[in-house]
Each structure stands twice: as C-alpha cells, then as structure tokens.
C-alpha cells in the first residue's frame, strides 16, 4: 500500500529524536503517549490520544450532538495487520488479507513507524487460525513526492474492477456528491452484496443466512475471536482501550 504522508494518529507524531529503543525499557521519557491509541479530531486535522477506560459509545449521545469518536488510520493499519483488510463479513468466505509493504511518501521516519505498526503488537498471543501477526515491510521514497502540507480533500473516489463508472462521496457525509444518495460503499449496499453471495454458496453447508447486519459480523467467529485478543492486549499495555462505534448502527436488517 503507498500513503502520501504518513498515516493520522501516533505514526505522524514523529520526532527527530526517535529510536528504536525497547518500548517497554522504563527509560524515562516525555513521550508519554508514544504507540497509544488516538481517535480522529471531528471536522478538523489531527488526533487525540484515547482516554475514556470504556469502550462504548452512546448513539443517544450522538443524536444529541456528541462527537461520534473515530480510531486513527495508524490504529487501523496496525489492526489489518492483525485481523486483515477484509473485514468480519467477507471473513465467511477468505482468509485473512493481509497487506504486504507500507510506502510513505513524505513525514516518515522509519524508527517510529516500525515501532507504531510493529512493536506494540508484540505482546499479543497465539491468534486463532488463520489469524496471525502480519509484518509489514516499511519503506519510503528516497525524495519527497511533493505532498503539500494541508487540509484533506472532502471527497473520496472509489471504483473496483467490474464498475462502470467512479463514485465520488462527500467525506463529511458518506453520500455521493453528485445526488446526495447512499454511497455503493455504504454498510447496507455491502451486506446486500455479502448476502447474495451468501445464498449462491448456502448449499455448501454456511447455515442460515443472518438477516441483521450486526449478526453476519459476530458470525464470524474466529475473526471475532482475533479481534478480541487484540483489543485486550493493547488495552493490557496501558496503550487505551479500542472505542467502537454504538452498537445501533449496526443493528439493521436487510430488505430486500
């Protein structure tokens, strides 16, 4: 995977006095919030290290204006490489995805990278089969691929091999640009698509096809599983405690 500039959260707080000491060698340190776990500014640039000890969030609380908190891209990146790119639903039918490289543009500094996306995901156990620690090669350009430094763009484009067009989406939103509609990439276009891939393969023996969204993910058992010891292993190394999103938005069902 290429990243123009190194990824939000504890991966860009580098320093030009980083090394590659142990992270657990109790030299005292001012970096007191070095490999926590961050979760993203809402409508702004930047991260917050997580503080809250649960790891719950109110959809009450939302709807009344709270900020929905959102994981850093460092915290995802380090959680493919423990559990994959594909997620709980395609976890039914692959194994694990896991990336191979990670190439950064321009902010890096090898040292903290590997120390982010490697070292603090030491700790972790045996994983349930197939799931395992993924090692990330690290590289970066020899120059600067001229990233300028700035806000991100508000849009996002997505297309995949067998689309006909590219869907440009409004980031703030999650809806297409152009007519305001729910995005191809949305929860419930992916569990529509999940489905009917679950039912051209039900006569393998899969079992009945879970009509809610929230149940086709906790189905997934072992990546459920894998999941778990990750988020206790870093919450054991008083790295924070992962936030998830309410569980309401997950609790839909799929119509036909």
Not at 18 to 34: N, Q
Not at 224 to 240: E, I, N
């Amino acid at each position: 995977m290429y990243i123009s500039t190194s990824p939000c959260g504890d991966a860009r707080l580098n320093s030009p006095y980083e090394i590659t000491a142990d992270l657990h060698s109790g030299r005292p340190s001012v970096k007191k919030f070095h490999s926590h776990l961050r979760t993203k500014i809402e409508s702004g640039e930047g991260t917050l290290p997580v503080r809250s000890r649960t790891d719950a969030q109110a959809w009450d609380g939302v709807l009344q204006g709270e900020q929905l908190v959102t994981m850093s891209c460092t915290d995802k990146i380090s959680r493919w490489s423990v559990l994959g790119v594909q997620g709980s639903l395609l976890a039914h039918f692959v194994e694990p995805v896991y990336l191979h490289s990670l190439t950064v543009g321009s902010a890096r500094h090898p040292g903290h990278l590997f120390r982010v996306l490697a070292r603090r995901l030491e700790p972790l156990g045996s994983l349930p089969p197939p799931y395992r620690r993924n090692q990330l090669l690290l590289s970066g350009l020899s120059q600067s691929d001229g990233h300028q430094p700035g806000k991100s763009p508000c849009f996002s484009v997505n297309w995949t091999a067998g689309d006909g067009q590219m869907e440009v989406v409004n980031a703030a939103t999650g809806k297409r640009k152009d007519s305001g509609t729910a995005s191809r990439l949305c929860k419930r276009a992916l569990f529509a698509r999940w489905a009917r891939l679950h039912r051209k393969l039900s006569a393998s023996g899969r079992g009945d096809e879970p009509l809610v969204y929230c149940e086709a993910k906790l189905a997934a058992r072992p990546y459920q599983t894998a999941k778990r010891q990750l988020f206790a292993s870093l919450r054991d190394a008083g790295l924070g405690t992962w936030v998830k999103k309410p569980p309401e938005q997950d609790q839909f069902p799929l119509t036909a």
